[in-house]
């Protein structure tokens, strides 16, 4: 069974308000991209994965006229795609939802949201002391994680959580000083979601559960200087430790330390300085029971894959349809 996690960028913008693909030379959400062009590019890369279940981060929105199921399967139509069913959680107002699109004949999938003390629901609030300053900070998820049980037609069954953290970046913010305090913020942020997924992770190991965490943490260790303030990466607090810790090759490989070769995810273009910036943000973790079925990791990087590099179409479609790539994991179930 292939399982993967995507971030499309903007997806939303190729749709009309009944869910309709449109492709067509209106320029897309993407820079310099068509809606045709990246329509396109996502339907030869989504083919080329071949995956049997996508956690598609920035899936396409639902609202009082919108609706990601209806989008995302008007959009498996039209590649014959055999993903072609839809599972939407909790739905936010940031026109960017969770989704997975999967294929119903190799699974069955169903929202089970947990909800504990310690965890509650993802669509709730968490109450908690970030800075031991004994004043409890008040955290929702804009993105409130997906949590899916999937049963396989063998009988095996996976609980999948889909996730995109609080980004760090300081939108709007304007000189060194309003930067810095927006950074600061929102890794706070950040870090209490991450706590809060672990939370919920630790939960459904506690009940024997088998736990995949995929998604766009928008993280990763050593990313920026702010993370020392706090000691550690959201990643490395979803990750874990011990006999409880999940596993991610491409997090422990940019763990051992910033000197060695890093593996990436996503690429943006900086404007001012004129050039691209990679950045390790997308992850598919598993619990220890999980590791000995995983059959490899792969990161669909259109330079760095070297078959990617080497089928040229598809090298182009996976740079014009977003700017995240997909990860995959391939699992023996």
Known sequence: MRLATYNVEWFDDLFNKRGELLIDDHWSGR????????????GLVFTAMDADAV???EAPDTGTHRDTRRSLKNFARSFDLRTREVLVGFVNETQQEIALLYDPDRMSVRHVPGDTQDAPRFDRELRIDLDFDDTEDLVVFSKPPLEVEL???SG???RLIGAHLKSKAPHGARGHDQVMRASITNRRKQLAQAIWLRRRVDALLEDGESVIVMGDLNDGPGLDEYEALFGRSSVEVIL???DSALYDPHAMQALRGRLTPQPSTARFYIEPEKRYLQALLDYVMVSRDLRELAQGWRIWHPFDDAHCWQATDLCSAL???S????VTLDLAV
């Not at 820079?31 to 996502?42: H, N, S």
């Not at 700017?323 to 997909?326: A, I, M």
């Open 31 to 42: 820079r310099d991209v068509t809606r045709a062009e990246q329509a396109e590019a996502l």
């Open 55 to 57: 956690m598609i981060i």
């Open 151 to 153: 049963s396989t037609t």
């Open 156 to 158: 095996r069954v996976i």
């Open 240 to 242: 874990g430790k011990g």
């Open 319 to 321: 740079l014009t349809a």
């Open 323 to 326: 700017d995240h790539f997909p």
